[in-house]
């Protein structure tokens, strides 16, 4: 069983590989930087519109908002980096076989599914959210302590790893059907929901849904009420650590599952 | 997002226009058919960003005095205007076009377009039409059903005139998609990796197009400034055409703009067809 500094060694190494190759192709590397900005600058757009015609929405001001949208892009961002080609590519692994390349390797195939490649450019649009989040948090006139930062640091984690058990169990559908190609491309849909406040959202079944099941409403909204001090209690990020524990679990459940049942493409 | 991979052009000849075109309809019919869960997953997905919008202006509205309007809409009317511009776009957006006509041109699959007595924008406006008519009768399944729930929202055209109009501005603003799509996936001539450019064209016509919000609760000036755009009259045109915001003058105005732009895109893509088949042959294609 290798030890960690060993899986650290190999994702080194994997980043390393992924720079080199991003640096081949540097235009194209540039214009993926513009085309995420473009859209981190629609949503900006967006909420900048709709404040030039009411003050505040569900209880929330216009920079705390703007924060929200800082923090997702922040989150969303660096899932971008870590995870979201990888998983993407998962049922191309199955479709090709190389799946059982892996699977035959001396190291846990989760991590290397879900660690391949490391996309260098969205850290730069995840500099942007940052920078979004401490300019909205001067426009409140919020300066959060340490333990605030770090706080936040360890919920975006949690958010972090909300987004990445929910792709994989996602893309481990593709163990089942060949037609999941597309399924994946559905969590962008999600996105689109973590950057609004939840307070927006009625007490119903959608707010439920998007709490307890596919907990789209907490992975943004906690780190911005955190540092914002919207806090309303400690419930809510207390909520967000156990929503992301149950997400992995669940993940690595369905990932088993389907390894159990999976028949390779050579057989 | 894997291309499709097409059957071969027809090879028995055929003299009728109708007949060389129409066989290219139903081989895109029979084609696109295997993406159509694909599709409904896609309408079905995309009705929960929708969901989470339109509960976003409830909550907007609701600090408001009932019966407000924000740039003249009301709650109701804001409602109908998402929800059109859902069915519109259903009916309208590119699904697979644009990878498809980038993956023929890396692929060099054009190079039978040179040879044989097809033209190659006929060719993929007829797999475009084909696209439309199977994702839009799947789409059409969870787009009714929530348009069901929402459906003291959704009124129609005043007379059977206002129907025409609204179908005709439709029918407009596909064929303008269509060209827009088909002029950008060209760049694939000059351009390793097209989708940046497909992404970044579409930022800006999510915004211009009004499918982001509608065009008129933007100050005044950007308003009109977008209306310089072809974009507006890919959404936010028909979408007005239809809820009979759009009356008289502007109407007439309007449909000659849209007109107007269709005519440009087409000869936008013509020019860029043909510069760009200047440098595939050069190349030795």
């Known amino acids: ?267 | 997002m894997t291309p499709v991979t097409h059957n071969p052009l027809p090879t028995t000849p055929s003299t009728h226009l109708w007949s060389k075109y129409g066989h290219v309809l139903s081989m895109g019919i029979q084609n696109t058919l295997v993406y159509r869960t694909n599709f409904l997953f896609r309408a079905a997905f995309g009705l929960v960003p929708l969901a989470a919008t339109l509960f976003l202006w409830e909550a907007i509205y609701a600090d408001k005095p009932a019966g407000a309007a924000i740039g003249a809409y009301t709650l109701a009317q804001m409602v109908s205007y998402y929800l059109l511009v859902t069915v519109v776009d259903s009916i309208t957006a590119v699904a697979e076009d644009d990878w498809q006509i980038a993956a023929d041109i890396k692929d060099g699959a054009v190079s039978q377009f040179l040879l044989k007595p097809l033209d190659f924008l006929a060719y993929r406006l007829c797999l475009y039409l084909s696209g439309r008519v199977i994702y839009t009768s799947v789409a059409l399944i969870p787009v009714a059903f929530f348009l069901f729930f929402q459906r003291e929202y959704l009124v129609g055209p005043a007379e059977s005139l206002g129907w025409v109009l609204a179908l005709l501005s439709v029918l407009m603003a596909g064929l303008l998609q269509f060209f827009i799509a088909y002029t950008v996936a060209l760049l694939s001539f000059w351009v390793l990796d097209v989708s940046t450019f497909i992404f970044i064209q579409f930022a800006f016509e999510f915004l211009a197009s009004g499918h982001l919000f509608p065009l008129d609760i933007l100050p005044d000036g950007l308003h009109r400034l977008l209306l310089w755009s072809p974009y507006p009259y890919l959404l936010y045109f028909p979408v007005g055409v239809y809820l009979g915001r759009i009356q008289g003058a502007e109407l007439w105005q309007g449909f000659a703009l849209q007109l107007a732009w269709v005519g440009v895109a087409f000869l936008i893509a013509r020019f860029v067809w043909s510069r760009g088949l200047r440098k595939y042959t050069a190349v030795g294609g």
């Open chain 1, 1 to 267: 069983m290798p030890s960690l500094s060993r899986y650290a060694g190999i994702y080194a190494a994997l980043i390393r590989y992924s720079l080199i190759h991003e640096m081949q192709f540097k235009v194209n590397f540039l214009l993926w930087i513009v085309v995420e900005a473009l859209w981190f600058g629609l949503q900006l757009a967006f909420m900048t519109v709709l404040y030039g015609h009411t003050d505040q929405i569900a209880g929330w001001s216009r920079w705390e908002v703007v924060l929200l949208v800082g923090c997702n892009q922040f989150i969303q961002q660096l899932f971008h980096t870590l995870f979201v080609t990888n998983l993407s590519n998962l049922s191309e692994l199955i479709r090709k076989g190389t799946l059982d390349l892996l699977l035959l390797q001396p190291v846990n195939t989760r991590f290397l599914i879900s660690v391949k490649k490391f996309e260098i450019g969205n850290i730069i649009n995840a500099l942007m959210g940052l920078v979004v989040i401490v300019y909205s948090l001067a426009q409140l006139g919020r300066v959060p302590t340490l333990a605030q930062w770090l706080g936040f640091a360890v919920v975006c984690l949690a958010g972090l790893s909300v987004h990445y058990s929910l792709m994989f169990l996602l893309a481990c559908i593709s163990f089942w059907t060949v037609r999941a190609q597309g399924i994946v491309w559905g969590y962008y849909n999600l996105f689109n929901i973590a950057r609004l406040p939840a307070e927006a959202f009625p007490r119903g079944a959608y707010r439920a849904v998007f709490t307890w099941v596919l907990p789209m409403l907490l992975v943004s909204n906690v780190p911005a009420k955190l540092l914002a001090q919207r806090l309303a209690s400690p419930w809510e990020w207390l909520a967000l650590l156990g929503m992301a524990v149950a997400c992995f679990v669940v993940s690595e459940l369905f990932w088993r599952f389907s390894l159990r049942h999976y028949t390779s493409a050579s057989a």
